[in-house]
T-cell receptor, first 112, second 114 residues
Framework: GAGVSQTPSNKVTEKGKYVELRCDPISGHTALYWYRQSLGQGPEFLIYFQGTGAADDSGLPNDRFFAVRPEGSVSTLKIQRTERGDSAVYLC??????????FGEGSRLTVL | AQSVTQPDIHITVSEGASLELRCNYSYGATPYLFWYVQSPGQGLQLLLKYFSGDTLVQGIKGFEAEFKRSQSSFNLRKPSVHWSDAAEYFCAVAPSGGYQKVTFGTGTKLQVIP
């Protein structure tokens, strides 16, 4: 596609529920990044993939968070047993390399 | 570990005035450096980047930034601000070479007054 696509754009869920956020990167971009942005903060690194494998998952806050990219294109960020503190905008970006990231518009997650 | 500091949370400038947004980084070697802009309701967009070579880099929308190794800084400048520049600006750092973790600062929110 023309740009990075993220779905859903908004997700409201209840505490304790399971959530999936999807990212469709720019065609041909081999690396894909997930960030989390809370109100008034900069993007906080979560994980990035090079191809199908997670090259660096050091930013995942705990084992409730995990992400997959099974075919090296679309990625899904999965959050189990959501907590109110998980509320944020989750950003996805893709790149051809060298750190120049192309971002989607984000998925806003609200945990009630 | 790499890190980025943007000391100014919020800056207000008059339209037509010059602008400088500060960015300091921490990294053991020469990193890749970036400035991104986030307008309300829009995704992050790359303004400019520094990889190597000329320390003064030009970007889109009339922005430029200067890499100063001695000060570990990469400040963003614009000679004359337009009302449409009101947005949040993020400095970012990554290790040089290929695909790497990109770390962002906390951002500077720019307000432009007529």
């Amino acid at each position: 596609g023309a740009g990075v696509s993220q779905t859903p754009s908004n997700k409201v869920t209840e505490k304790g529920k399971y959530v999936e956020l999807r990212c469709d990167p720019i065609s041909g971009h081999t690396a894909l990044y997930w960030y989390r942005q809370s109100l008034g903060q900069g993007p906080e690194f979560l994980i990035y993939f090079q191809g199908t494998g997670a090259a660096d998952d050091s930013g995942l806050p705990n084992d409730r968070f995990f992400a997959v990219r099974p075919e090296g294109s679309v990625s899904t960020l999965k959050i189990q047993r959501t907590e109110r503190g998980d509320s944020a905008v989750y950003l996805c970006a893709s790149t051809r390399g060298s750190g120049e990231l192309f971002f989607g518009e984000g998925s806003r997650l609200t945990v009630l | 570990a790499q890190s980025v500091t943007q000391p100014d949370i919020h800056i207000t400038v008059s339209e037509g005035a010059s602008l400088e947004l500060r960015c300091n980084y921490s990294y053991g070697a020469t990193p890749y450096l970036f400035w991104y802009v986030q307008s309300p309701g829009q995704g992050l967009q790359l303004l400019l980047k520094y990889f190597s070579g000329d320390t003064l880099v030009q970007g889109i929308k009339g922005f430029e930034a200067e890499f100063k190794r001695s000060q570990s800084s990469f400040n963003l400048r614009k000679p004359s601000v337009h009302w449409s520049d009101a947005a949040e600006y993020f400095c970012a750092v990554a290790p040089s070479g290929g695909y790497q973790k990109v770390t962002f600062g906390t951002g500077t929110k720019l307000q432009v007054i007529p």
